[in-house]
């Protein structure tokens, strides 16, 4: 049972709009940063979105966050095939004094 | 180039001890933080624990506590995280990622060590 809560599955057809909702409470996304990170198949977790809205460099500005109150969203506009893979929310949590994943969520690309 | 790379896949027996390794480069070692994520067979991620190297200053998650150990060689720039009596259950993906200060995001991960436990 994860602390944040996220959509086990997601999917659209290439060029589509997506986004893929997380779920906390308080001591966790209320109070802190919210970050994204892209798992493909067979790789590890790679970070797509931090502090909220901010994107690394090299990552697509198709991917954005957001955050309000104590959940937070990525958005993938202009799907494609290779968007496909395992995304997950984290966030630090005040009471855990730990960082706290969402369950993850699969997209599919039709 | 900022690489954390791990030790090699494992495999062990229930009552077993283990040592993994994760070496980093590209950054002062001694100034991040280098946390332990486990990810189970088809299932999300959990963070374990983390490592200031500079300090050895070491955290735990609760769920953790007492199962395993963090550790930091700042002459070699390597983390480890240890088992003293592995079981079945940690049967699992082993990530460490760095972060630039406690609570601080995950930025760069290693490419992951799998431990499997069996008799």
């Known amino acids: 049972q994860s602390v944040l809560t996220q959509p086990p599955s997601a999917s659209g057809t290439p060029g589509q709009r997506v986004t893929i909702s997380c779920s906390g409470s308080?001591?966790?996304?209320?109070?802190?940063?919210v970050c994204w990170y892209q798992q493909l198949p067979g790789t590890a977790p790679k970070l797509l979105i931090y502090?909220?809205?901010q994107r690394p460099s090299g990552v697509p500005d198709r991917f954005s966050g957001s955050k309000s109150g104590t959940s937070a969203s990525l958005a993938i506009s202009g799907l494609r095939s290779e968007d496909e893979a395992d995304y997950y929310c984290?966030?630090?949590?005040?009471?855990?004094?730990?960082?706290?994943f969402g369950g993850g969520t699969k997209l599919t690309v039709l | 180039e900022v690489q954390l790379v791990q030790s090699g896949p494992e495999v062990k027996k229930p009552g077993e001890s283990l040592k993994i390794s994760c070496k980093g480069s590209?950054?002062?070692?001694?100034?991040?933080?280098i946390a332990w994520v486990r990810q189970m067979p088809g299932k999300g991620l959990e963070w374990m624990g983390i490592?200031?190297?500079?300090?050895?200053?070491?955290r735990y998650t609760p769920s953790f506590q007492g199962q395993i150990t963090i550790s930091a060689d700042r002459s070699i720039t390597t983390a480890y995280l240890q088992w003293g009596s592995l079981k079945a259950s940690d049967t699992a993906m082993y990530y460490c990622?760095?972060?630039?200060?406690?609570?601080?995001?995950?930025?760069?991960w290693g490419q992951g060590t799998l431990l499997t436990v069996s008799s």
């Open positions: 990622a760095r972060s630039d200060d406690f609570g601080s995001t995950l930025d760069y």
């Open positions: 502090r909220n809205t």
């Open positions: 984290a966030a630090w949590d005040n009471s855990l004094s730990g960082w706290v």
């Open positions: 490592i200031y190297p500079g300090d050895s200053d070491t």
């Open positions: 308080s001591p966790n996304i209320g109070n802190n940063y």
């Open positions: 590209g950054f002062t070692f001694t100034s991040y933080w």
